[in-house]
């Protein structure tokens, strides 16, 4: 009877052709799907992600820079609700230099 062993795709090869040079059939990679494998690929996963959202904001930042609000607001998933803030708001300044006569 034969083992099965399940598999992880990590990603995939494509070899060119020695005569033309241009690139064959891809090729798909695996590696075994051992609990550590699984592990670091959900740990790869949420660490993509992260960059991904990072450049999405600062794209929608760069929108609102240039004044296209639309995108910018499109672009975001909280777009037209208040920001919540849970710093405390300012204290108004005393002001400082002599007083008007």
Same mark, same amino acid.
């Given at each position: *009877?034969? %083992? *099965?062993?399940?598999?992880? #795709?990590? =990603?995939?090869?494509? &070899?060119?052709?020695?005569?033309? =040079?241009?690139? *064959?059939?891809?090729? &798909? !990679?695996?590696? +075994?799907?051992?609990? /550590?494998?699984?592990?670091? +690929?959900?740990? !790869?996963? /949420?660490?993509i992600a992260h960059i991904f959202a990072g450049k999405m904001r600062q794209y929608? +930042?760069?929108?609102?820079?240039? =004044?296209? %609000?639309?995108?910018?607001?499109? !672009?975001?998933?909280?777009?037209? #609700?208040?920001?919540?803030?849970?710093?405390?708001?300012? %204290?108004? /300044?005393?002001?400082?230099? /002599? &007083? %008007?006569?």
């Open positions: *009877m034969t %083992k *099965m062993i399940e598999a992880i #795709q990590i =990603g995939s090869y494509a &070899p060119r052709d020695p005569a033309t =040079g241009e690139f *064959m059939p891809s090729v &798909p !990679l695996y590696i +075994e799907a051992t609990e /550590r494998a699984r592990t670091s +690929e959900e740990v !790869l996963h /949420r660490e929608a +930042e760069g929108c609102e820079m240039i =004044g296209d %609000k639309a995108i910018a607001d499109a !672009l975001r998933p909280d777009a037209g #609700q208040p920001a919540e803030s849970a710093a405390v708001p300012d %204290k108004p /300044r005393k002001k400082r230099g /002599r &007083p %008007k006569k």
